[in-house]
């Protein structure tokens, strides 16, 4: 569209790879094709995998995603990408199996990343009868895997109206669990309701301070949607939507976004912190 461009939109096409589909493939390459030639690599291919054990996975699939060695068949034919690679996500918990050398036996690192999504405890992992982590001080997922692979698990957060904000950069020591600290391209702070900092420890809002805009690495605004763009961009500060909070070091914790919040005598509260207190 001659309205739309690849500044203000990042699309990504995310699949369980479902085996009833039969025409999967000629989807994949026809998308990989938008991706890399008509957005010029600024666009997304996501595979759900979760795990490395066929077993597992039909199990979590209810046995209608195809399997690895399919997948990776697949994989094979995608053309190599332009700018960002093609994904296989792992939403990860304690029982999950993850073999890195299997990984790099069926799929070209050339052409796909991993990405890393501990589950945390909420009501609908307990309900699907997930063993997860009972608070976010329990990082036993983050060990697991490290055990199993030897790599590390590096939170970060950013938006698609943004890049990387927080992060667990070179040079520093990560904190299990916390985001890590803000990049040095942003002007990161937490705010309460009124746009008031707010001390360490206190859970508010994370903005990023814009004044005077434009910022590099901040979009422009939502297309032809003022309404919105004002919403979250006023007063010097973009308004994320996320709560977190800040410990004494500067290391970010994520809470969840202000939607989400409870207040109760002047105090946010996430809906995992009533959870776990619930549970």
């Not at 995603?65 to 792992?90: D, H, V, W």
């Not at 985001?179 to 809002?205: C, F, L, R, T």
Request: aromatic share 10%.
């Amino acid at each position: 569209s001659k309205h739309i461009k690849a500044k203000t939109i990042h699309p990504v096409v995310s699949t369980m790879l479902p085996r009833n589909n039969k025409r999967l493939e000629e989807f994949l390459l026809e998308w990989c094709f938008i991706k890399n030639e008509i957005y010029n690599g600024e666009a997304g291919l996501q595979f759900s995998i979760n795990t490395t054990d066929n077993e597992q996975r039909t199990e979590q699939f209810n046995g209608m995603s195809l399997s690895l060695e399919e997948i990776s068949q697949i994989a094979k034919k995608l053309p190599i990408p332009k700018g960002r690679k093609y994904t296989l996500n792992f939403a990860v918990t304690s029982q999950t199996i993850l073999n890195a050398k299997e990984l790099l036996r069926l799929f070209d690192k050339e052409k796909f990343i991993v990405k890393i999504t501990p589950i945390h405890e909420t009501n609908s992992a307990i309900k699907n009868g997930f063993n997860v982590t009972t608070s976010y001080s329990d990082y036993d997922v983050y060990r697991q895997f490290e055990k199993a692979t030897g790599l590390q698990i590096l939170e970060g957060f950013g938006q698609t109206e943004t890049t990387l904000t927080i992060a667990n950069l070179r040079g520093t020591t990560p904190k299990i669990g916390a985001m890590g600290k803000a990049s040095p391209q942003y002007d990161v702070d937490i705010v309460d309701p009124d746009g008031n900092p707010v001390a360490d420890g206190v859970n508010g809002e994370i903005i990023i301070r814009t004044d005077p805009a434009p910022t590099c690495g901040v979009f422009l605004g939502y297309d032809r949607n003022q309404e919105a763009t004002d919403a979250v961009w006023h007063d010097g500060m973009y308004h994320t939507g996320d709560v977190a909070w800040r410990d004494e070091d500067g290391y970010y914790w994520y809470v969840g976004r202000a939607d989400d919040v409870i207040k109760s005598s002047g105090y946010r509260i996430g809906p995992f912190e009533i959870e776990s207190t619930i549970m």
